[in-house]
Every structure is written in C-alpha cells, then in structure tokens.
T-cell receptor, first 113, second 109 residues
Framework: DAGVIQSPRHEVTEMGQEVTLRCKPISGHNSLFWYRQTMMRGLELLIY????????DSGMPEDRFSAKMPNASFSTLKIQPSEPRDSAVYFC???????????FGEGSWLTVV | AQRVTQPEKLLSVFKGAPVELKCNYS??????LFWYVQYSRQRLQLLLRHISRESIKGFTADLNKGETSFHLKKPFAQEEDSAMYYCALSATSYGKLTFGQGTILTVHP
C-alpha cells in the first residue's frame, strides 16, 4: 500500500483565495483525521471521520474551514477564504479504528501570503 | 478530558549520552500511549506503543500509571535520533490521538 496520500504537498496562495487539501486514506481504514501543525500550537486535531461520517469537528477553528468525506477513499479540507494565520502543515491520518495504529500522510505545507 | 504534557520543548545531548524525553498524561480511564517521531520535514511515524512493549531503534518507554508518565528513553543517543518526538494518548473507540506539544531532540557529535 502506498500509505496515506495527500495533495498538494506544497501550496502558496494569496490571502482570500480558496484552498482545498486532499487526502486518500489507506485502503480499508475506516477512521480519518485531519491535523494542523504549527510551531506555536504543535499538533491540533481539526476533525475526524469514522465510516465517512464526521464524528467530532470541535477542533475546526472557524467557519472558514470545512471538511468532507464523500466516500471511503477520499477526503477534503477546504479553507475559504484563506488568511495568513492559516499557514501551517496540514496532516491527514488514518487508522483501522480503536487499538490500531494511526498512519500519517506526508502533509500539505500551506503558505498564505 | 485527556491531556498530554511534554515539559521540554528542546532537549540537547551529545552522541553516546543517555536521553530521556518526558511525557505525562491525565486521563481517568485506561489509556493507550504512543510515541511518534518526525524527522525533518517528513511525516510522523509511529516509534512505539506501550501495549507492544517492544524496543524500536534502541528506544523504550514504560507506562507508569502511578505517576501517569510514559517517558521515552535511550541509553546511547545517536546523531540520527535528532528529530521531533511526540507523545500521544488514545482514549476513544475511534482511535483518536491527543498529542503533547512535542520535544525537539538534538544529538550533537
């Protein structure tokens, strides 16, 4: 398996633009997590899904952030409109559920100027 | 609610010296504890988990429920151990991880 696949790996965008980050989970994994990593706050859980259903989105910072999982093999995290303070590394991670290891993607490095 | 605390943001040691990265947690039930490592600009990788009780790359960690700690140890640090280390706790049926703030370990030659 190729592991958790994220795209784009790097994105530089202007403030106010829409940003869409994509994630393809490991086949068979039914839990999917979106994390944000910054120097100031470390790793923050934004939202997670189980069997394509959002379970907890309390970590989503604002209404500008939204996430979807239309099927078991794809998820998106969207920021609209983007702001400079959204600059961070966004990680997607998946697991087979309780007791299973969580595997991380390589991250999407977002810079909003 | 669960919480993970890594008191040291930065830790520097010399090659061959012992290293201990501290992790304390708060959770009322029986948690599952993990250590993840992130090498420069790479993805987080699982280093070890307490239930497997194995040693990876010479690292070990023992869960101490009395002290609510899960410190990571290695008797002889190597330069390639330089990385960010995250302690994490899983306490839900979905496997959600709560991470500490991370410790940047630098091993000097």
């Amino acid at each position: 398996d190729a592991g958790v696949i994220q795209s784009p790996r790097h994105e530089v965008t202007e403030m106010g633009q829409e940003v869409t980050l994509r994630c393809k989970p490991i086949s068979g994994h039914n839990s999917l997590f979106w994390y944000r990593q910054t120097m100031m706050r470390g790793l923050e859980l934004l939202i997670y899904f189980n069997n394509n259903v959002p379970i907890d989105d309390s970590g989503m910072p604002e209404d500008r952030f939204s996430a979807k999982m239309p099927n078991a093999s794809f998820s998106t995290l969207k920021i609209q409109p983007s702001e400079p303070r959204d600059s961070a590394v966004y990680f997607c991670a998946t697991s087979g559920g309780s007791g299973n290891t969580i595997y991380f993607g390589e991250g999407s490095w977002l810079t909003v100027v | 609610a669960q919480r993970v605390t890594q008191p040291e943001k930065l830790l520097s040691v010399f090659k061959g010296a012992p290293v201990e990265l501290k992790c304390n947690y708060s959770y009322s039930g029986s948690p599952e504890l993990f250590w993840y490592v992130q090498y420069s600009r790479q993805r987080l990788q699982l280093l070890l988990r307490h239930i497997s009780r194995e040693s990876i790359k010479g690292f070990t960690a023992d869960l101490n429920k009395g002290e609510t700690s899960f410190h990571l140890k290695k008797p002889f640090a190597q330069e390639e151990d330089s990385a960010m280390y995250y302690c994490a706790l899983s306490a839900t049926s979905y496997g959600k991880l709560t991470f500490g703030q991370g410790t940047i370990l630098t091993v000097h030659p």
